[in-house]
Nanobody, 126 residues
């Protein structure tokens, strides 16, 4: 049975940092490439980080240089280190394991993409 469980969200002031974790069971990163997404109210689901089969990470333009993704294959866990947070980073953050490959979704947690975690809220506010 596949499960993804995020943790580490919370509230921070602008300029602060948070690290999100996503513990997975029932899958391997080779067969299910991992991603980090986020969705703010009224906005489309936004891809933040894509992990390659070798563990390398590619970043969306809005977070490049501020966010760092990593994956620990032995622990079946992926991480998202977020620095220099801005108010516009406020959103629900999701990890996802790609299976179906469908990319035409607007809302996160679309099952046609693959498996998703429950989401964790990140709020950046003074």
């Amino acid at each position: 049975q596949v499960s993804l469980t995020e943790s580490g969200g919370g509230s921070v002031p602008p300029g602060g940092s948070l690290t999100l974790s996503c513990k997975t069971t029932g899958l391997t990163f080779d067969e299910s490439p991992m991603r980090w997404f986020r969705q703010a109210p009224g906005d489309d689901c936004e891809l933040l980080v894509s992990f390659g089969g070798d563990g390398s990470a590619k970043y969306g333009d809005l977070v490049k240089g501020r966010f760092t993704g990593s994956q620990d294959t032995a622990q079946n866990t992926v991480y998202l280190q977020m620095n220099s947070l801005k108010e516009e980073d406020t959103a629900v953050y999701y990890c996802a394991a790609e299976r179906g490959g469908y990319r035409g979704f607007r809302n996160c947690k679309d099952p046609r993409f693959g498996f998703w975690g429950q989401g964790t809220q990140v709020t950046v506010s003074a």
